[in-house]
């Protein structure tokens, strides 16, 4: 009868992961769907402006998921590469998410996707919603200038469309689509707009729909890319025109990016013209680039910007170095204060002669301390809920659950080996094409590894031989040891990050293993349940005296 109400119990268990596994799945998802700043409903106001224009237009030209490493190939990209040997270059870093909806944010507003307040996730066009820190086109239109902008339709949903005053925006993202753009974004050149920005597509698509970039559409896509660059700097007057070209995130090699991926994190940054001192430079941040812009329009750093102006790669005078100072110590400072106070941390002042270096350590030490207090608690928790099983089984010293636990290590070897050798995945949200993909990838995978594991398992030890309710237990135990091992993937995310995203982004290493376990579960308790029932059949079927033989 007890072991009856433990077989009970252990299909009760089953069950309720399978409907937890999806409920927690899809809450984690759309938590980090969903997410926005501390600073979304107290935005920091904006500050002074720097000084006087440096550059009378500044062109800002976005290719969209150029790699750092194709940047580079002069065989591929030979304008850009005559560009950046006669301009100032970097390589630029950004950070996860490695997404375009981020990574535009972070290249406008200065501030990084934690705190930017642009989607963590790229939105579907209708869900979009409107920047509400402090931006470059906000800042120019503040200043009385003229803006334009050329490229994807996105953009007309994240820029504030009363602060753009020319646009064309296209929901085509392929090569037509670039050619489009461009004979859009021309007569804006022309025109008396001071800030252009212009957004290359089709080497991001050739990443998703082409073959990524080991494909020679990738390095044919480039290439095209390079040609529309040219067209648009031969309209430019260097001598009073700035020319910036950048881009939002890198791509793996199969296709790909959002996750922390170090190849998606590297991204190419060139500038030429009016103001700009040629040579090659030490690394820059993606949140240099919009301060670094404003510096040469001459209006307010972004209130929210976290970045530095590259001032090494422009003349700036001395006088207009001692404005830009002081506007930068007041957008810090107002910065700072609000950050401080969005998260409930102690008022704290930033000490140091570089005011954005000195401030940005004390947010980052202000969010590792709330963090590190939420953590430590959390840990406890998980350590207990992750010891309390092994103490168990410890202490019953039933020698089934060592058979138990190898054969859940054989599943977790099985099931890694295909994702990443075989397929090629990557452990971040980089080799996520979709929710859908995700999801029925991880359950082919997982219940063709879980029955394989189940299989050598029964063989191994008789279970047919067993009877009925026998088998079925040990079925039933081995989709719960099984369960137990992902759990603890699953339970270092909850450590690190909390059930679902909260006040900031979480670390998405552990997140997206955590997420990719929970999925896990769900698969191996519902595959498990029928295979426990096809273990009992099994054993029904076998002959009393054969059993007993």
């Known amino acids: 009868m007890k072991k009856t109400l433990w077989f009970v119990i252990g299909i009760a268990a089953?069950?309720?992961?399978?409907?937890?596994?999806?409920?927690?799945?899809?809450?984690?998802?759309?938590?980090?769907?969903?997410?926005?700043?501390?600073?979304?409903?107290?935005?920091p106001q904006p500050g002074p402006a720097v000084g006087p224009a440096i550059s009378q237009k500044v062109v800002l030209v976005l290719i969209d998921a150029l790699r750092y490493d194709t940047s580079t190939n002069t065989t591929v990209m030979p304008f850009l590469n005559q560009l950046r040997t006669r301009g100032a270059s970097a390589l630029m870093h950004s950070r996860v998410p490695s997404y375009s909806e981020p990574g535009y944010t972070v290249l406008m507003?200065?501030?990084?996707?934690?705190?930017?307040?642009?989607?963590?996730?790229?939105?579907?066009?209708?869900?979009?919603?409107?920047?509400?820190?402090?931006?470059?086109?906000?800042?120019?239109?503040?200043?009385?200038?003229?803006?334009?902008?050329?490229?994807?339709?996105?953009f007309e949903k994240l820029i504030p469309q009363a602060d753009v005053t020319d646009s064309f925006y296209t929901p085509g993202e392929d090569a037509a689509a670039d050619n489009d753009?461009?004979?859009?974004?021309?007569?804006?050149?022309?025109?008396?707009?001071?800030?252009?920005?212009?957004?290359?597509?089709?080497?991001?698509?050739?990443?998703?729909?082409?073959?990524?970039?080991?494909?020679?559409?990738?390095?044919?896509?480039?290439?095209r890319a390079d040609k529309l660059l040219q067209q648009i700097a031969a309209t430019l007057d260097f001598s009073r025109d700035t020319l910036v070209v950048f881009s939002d995130h890198g791509q793996i090699d199969r296709g790909g990016h959002g996750g922390q991926d170090p190849i998606t994190l590297l991204e190419p940054f060139i500038m030429?013209?009016?103001?700009?001192?040629?040579?090659?430079?030490?690394?820059?941040?993606?949140?240099?680039?919009?301060?670094?812009?404003?510096?040469?329009?001459?209006?307010?750093?972004?209130?929210?910007?976290?970045?530095?102006?590259?001032?090494?790669?422009?003349?700036?005078?001395?006088?207009?170095?001692?404005?830009?100072?002081?506007?930068?110590?007041?957008?810090?400072?107002?910065?700072?204060?609000?950050?401080?106070?969005?998260?409930?941390?102690?008022?704290?002042?930033?000490?140091?002669?570089?005011?954005?270096?000195?401030?940005?350590s004390v947010i980052d030490a202000?969010?590792?301390?709330?963090?590190?207090?939420?953590?430590?608690?959390?840990?406890?928790?998980?350590?207990?809920?992750?010891l309390i099983p092994a103490v168990v089984l410890f202490l019953r010293k039933e020698k089934q659950a060592l058979w138990m636990l190898a054969a859940a290590l054989v599943y977790v070897a099985l099931f890694n080996f295909r994702y990443a050798v075989l397929s090629g995945r990557t452990y971040s949200l980089s080799s996520v094409s979709s929710q859908m993909d995700i999801v029925m990838y991880t359950a082919i995978t997982g219940a063709v590894a879980f029955v394989c594991a189940w299989?050598?398992?029964?063989?191994?030890?008789?279970?047919?031989?067993?009877?009925?309710?026998?088998?079925?237990?040990?079925?039933?135990?081995?989709?719960?040891?099984?369960?137990?091992v992902l759990s603890l993937p699953i339970l270092l995310n909850?450590?690190?990050?909390?059930?679902?995203?909260?006040?900031?982004?979480?670390?998405?290493a552990t997140m997206f293993v955590g997420f990719l376990s929970i999925i896990q579960c769900l698969v191996v308790a519902a595959v498990g349940l029928i295979l426990t029932g096809l273990s009992a059949a099994i054993a029904a079927f076998i002959p009393r005296a054969r059993r007993q033989a």
Request: aromatic share 8%.
């Open 14 to 43: 089953c069950l309720g992961v399978i409907a937890g596994s999806y409920i927690w799945a899809t809450g984690l998802i759309n938590s980090l769907y969903t997410y926005r700043s501390p600073l979304h409903a107290t935005p």
């Open 109 to 154: 507003s200065g501030a990084w996707p934690d705190i930017s307040d642009g989607p963590a996730m790229n939105l579907d066009y209708a869900d979009i919603p409107t920047w509400t820190q402090d931006n470059l086109f906000s800042a120019a239109h503040r200043a009385g200038l003229t803006t334009a902008v050329s490229g994807y339709n996105w």
């Open 181 to 223: 753009v461009v004979a859009a974004a021309l007569p804006m050149l022309s025109g008396p707009d001071n800030l252009v920005l212009i957004h290359i597509d089709q080497v991001d698509y050739a990443g998703h729909h082409q073959g990524g970039p080991i494909s020679p559409n990738w390095n044919a896509a480039a290439a």
């Open 272 to 360: 030429t013209g009016a103001g700009v001192v040629p040579g090659s430079y030490p690394d820059v941040q993606m949140v240099d680039v919009a301060p670094t812009a404003g510096l040469l329009l001459g209006t307010n750093v972004p209130a929210s910007n976290e970045g530095h102006p590259l001032t090494n790669m422009l003349t700036v005078p001395a006088d207009e170095l001692a404005s830009l100072q002081s506007a930068l110590q007041s957008q810090q400072g107002k910065l700072l204060a609000s950050y401080l106070a969005a998260i409930d941390a102690p008022a704290r002042a930033a000490q140091g002669a570089d005011v954005v270096s000195a401030t940005q």
């Open 366 to 386: 202000a969010r590792a301390d709330r963090l590190g207090r939420e953590r430590a608690v959390r840990f406890v928790v998980v350590i207990l809920l992750a």
């Open 455 to 484: 299989l050598g398992l029964a063989l191994i030890n008789d279970y047919y031989l067993k009877g009925p309710l026998r088998a079925a237990r040990l079925s039933l135990g081995l989709v719960l040891m099984t369960i137990y």
């Open 494 to 508: 909850v450590a690190m990050n909390g059930i679902l995203v909260g006040w900031t982004l979480p670390d998405f």
